[in-house]
């Protein structure tokens, strides 16, 4: 079986990191700046001086990361305080239409970002919204963007968000919160067609969804005029920061009205965003539902690879395990990712892969697999680890080192959703 190696650990006022003094058999000390290297998957070795999977001399930055912050154990759920909504859903002053909507899908009570957003979108107030992944920040901004696009015919509505995956749920939202309404939207991601994307933009849909850099190209292409729409969504600015996309939002936002509805949400809040909102909202709202940076239902705990064991070899054992019922892998590389999901197959694990060199329907159809429980294991890149909604997730496993802590946090967000307890496990 697996080794689990928990070290002593207190939490600090956040609940997710600790402080440890325990030591490697070796004497070594856990954290700070020891490297514990990246095991390949087909070998033995550990790549510390030699060529590891990710090549000669490409250290994890990750590898830095305190250790203890990998390990957490969950609250039970008698020591969560329950959220007290000052609303119903019944509550808001929606269209009926979309009121609705919601019950059909079963939309009662709301979220406490739900709760809190929703009467400041409707009264057209520029938001900040700061929340854990999974807490319903779609929505937030959907419901009542809808409806004051019912309200109000002329309206357009630009929304921004990281990656793909993230633009099509939020496009799947979208189709239920305005079923049985004549509004139509447009999904605009790198990966497809543009023939097919510029021909519905031509249409003149009331919703725009993209990633940045395609909506930049197709502004460059005369197919679309951001100067058309009065109201933006930034979703996830904190991963868009991460990924280089600041300058397509200014030019974006440098093309659209100076008078504007701007609704900007974020996990995280650094110094950069705070620039950000500065520099994109006016007088903003802010609603923060963030209170730790990892979600209280997720038990965390480490892997340790031994010396002369096999990371892969360890990694199909936890999967034959049937508590490991429904995993996401994360690795670093879109190569590794690739080869680990093949391997997986043929050690007779169903499994998938998704990372940004396949194409967008091949990376749809592996998602909707997982999600569908035809495959028990989705083998990813950090593209998987923001925004998307995947219910069920039993366990998220880093079969490689996050970047960073950040990485990691939205990593484990995939499991420990909608109350129930998640497990995370980190391979050191």
């Not at 006022?13 to 490297?35: E, L, V």
């Not at 080869?339 to 194409?359: F, M």
């Not at 329907?361 to 593209?383: C, E, I, M, P, S």
Request: charged fraction near 25%; charge should be positive; proline fraction near 6%.
């Amino acid at each position: 079986m697996a080794t689990f190696y928990r070290t002593p650990w207190k939490s600090n006022s956040s609940g997710d990191s600790a402080s440890f003094g325990t030591r490697r058999p070796g004497g070594r000390r856990f954290g700070g700046p020891a490297k514990f290297g990246r095991p390949s998957f087909n070998s033995n070795r550990r790549p510390s001086g030699g060529r590891g999977r990710g090549g000669r001399g490409r250290n994890n930055p990750g590898e830095n990361i305190d250790i203890a912050r990998f390990i957490n154990k969950a609250a039970p759920a008698e020591e969560t305080a329950p959220y007290t909504p000052k609303h119903q859903f019944l509550d808001f002053p929606l269209n009926e239409r979309i009121q609705r909507n919601l019950a059909d899908k079963g939309y009662k009570v709301p979220t406490p970002i739900q709760d809190q957003a929703i009467p400041a979108v409707l009264l057209g107030r520029d938001i900040v919204g700061l929340a854990n992944t999974g807490t319903g920040k779609t929505g937030a901004f959907l419901i009542p963007l809808i409806h004051r696009a019912l309200m109000n015919p002329q309206m357009r509505v630009l929304i921004m968000a990281p990656t793909r995956e993230l633009a099509v749920q939020i496009n799947e939202e979208f189709r239920g919160f305005a079923r049985t309404l004549s509004m139509q939207a447009a999904i605009c991601v790198g990966g497809a067609g543009l023939t097919g994307q510029m021909a519905v933009l031509r249409r003149h849909p009331v919703f725009v969804i993209g990633t940045p850099g395609r909506l930049k190209d197709l502004a460059e292409r005369r197919a679309l005029d951001f100067a058309g729409f009065d109201t933006v969504v930034l979703d996830e600015a904190d991963r868009m920061l991460d990924m280089g996309f600041i300058p397509d939002m200014r030019f974006i936002l440098g093309k659209m009205p100076k008078e504007r509805h701007t609704l900007f949400f974020s996990a995280t809040m650094s110094k950069e965003i705070e620039r950000l909102i500065g520099e994109f909202l006016t007088d903003p709202v802010t609603v923060s539902v963030r209170t730790r940076d990892t979600a209280a239902t997720i038990d965390q705990d480490v892997v340790r690879i031994m010396p002369g064991e096999s990371k892969f070899e360890k990694l199909v054992e936890l999967l034959r395990n049937p508590e490991f019922s429904k995993v996401l892998v994360f690795g670093r590389t879109k190569h590794g990712v690739e080869r680990l999901g093949k391997d997986l197959v043929k050690s007779g694990i169903r499994a998938e892969a998704i990372h940004g060199d396949k194409t967008h329907g091949r990376r749809l159809k592996a998602l909707d697999l997982f999600k569908k429980d035809h495959v028990q294991v989705l083998v990813a890149t950090d593209v998987a680890a923001r925004g998307l909604d995947i219910s069920g997730v039993s366990h998220v496993i880093n079969f490689d080192l996050p970047g960073t802590y950040e990485d990691y946090v939205h990593r484990i967000g995939r499991t420990g959703r909608a109350g129930k307890v998640g497990k995370a496990l980190t391979f050191v």
